[in-house]
């Protein structure tokens, strides 16, 4: 049963668009992390957050943006769609140690 | 520094059959080890993990791993799989090196033959 809850799952969407992929959780977690993973591929970390107005960038180098305003919340931003985002996108969270993180379903992203 | 290894990206097994999907690990600090599973369309879930103490872990659906530090390994055995275990199984390891930071490896998919 997920305790980190992300919304959409399945995006369709015009290039140019601007878009807010959400993350919640509700485990109290300081740590947050957003993933992009190309379908059977590997996990790539493009942002994570060790807490409230901590933002860092990942291995990845990647062109959105993301926000920690509430510890519970990180959402993840791209001001002008492209195809090149087509990706799915794994949010998920952690104690301060990563001990183990759990993981959101994803959203599938298309942009056409 | 910390780095994962998976040995073959894909692994096909008979129902019934055991399951052994290979990790090695390199890591300067003790470390924390898991594998997660990744079934289609969906985030990854905890199979089990190793941080401290017995070295062989029980997880999930049968699974269990162990933890060798001289071969630095912990690779994923079950000893009959089913149908429902075709999926991606991802290694990490972590461990405090100036923070704490999860490293996965590349993924290997099991496909279960009837």
């Known amino acids: 049963e997920a305790d980190i809850y992300q919304t959409p799952r399945y995006l369709v969407i015009g290039t140019g668009k601007k878009i807010t992929l959400e993350c919640s959780q509700t485990?109290?977690?300081?740590?947050m992390y957003w993933y992009q993973q190309d379908p059977g591929m590997e996990l790539h970390l493009i942002h994570y957050?060790?807490?409230?107005?901590?933002?860092e960038k990942g291995d990845l180098s990647s062109e959105s943006t993301v926000s920690r305003i509430r510890t519970e919340h990180f959402p993840l931003t791209l001001e002008s769609a492209r195809p090149s985002h087509t990706s799915q996108y794994l949010c998920?969270?952690?104690?301060?140690?990563?001990?183990?993180?759990?993981f959101g379903d994803g959203t599938r992203l298309s942009i056409l | 520094a910390q780095s994962v290894t998976q040995l073959g990206s894909h692994v096909s097994v008979s129902e019934g059959a055991l399951v052994l999907l290979r990790c090695n690990y390199s890591s300067s600090v003790p470390p924390y080890l898991f594998w997660y599973v990744q079934y289609p369309n969906q985030g990854l879930q905890l199979l089990l993990k190793y941080t401290t103490g017995a070295t062989l872990v029980k997880g999930i659906n049968g699974f269990e791993a162990e933890f060798k530090k001289s071969e630095t390994s912990f690779h994923l055995t079950k000893p009959s799989a089913h149908m429902s275990d075709a999926a991606e199984y991802f290694c990490?390891?972590?461990?405090?090196?100036?923070?704490?930071?999860?490293?996965f490896g590349a993924g290997t998919r099991l496909f279960v033959k009837a």
């Open positions: 990490a390891v972590s461990g405090y090196t100036g923070g704490f930071k999860t490293i």
């Open positions: 957050s060790y807490g409230v107005n901590s933002t």
């Open positions: 485990m109290g977690h300081d740590k």
């Open positions: 998920a969270s952690s104690d301060l140690f990563a001990r183990d993180q759990h």
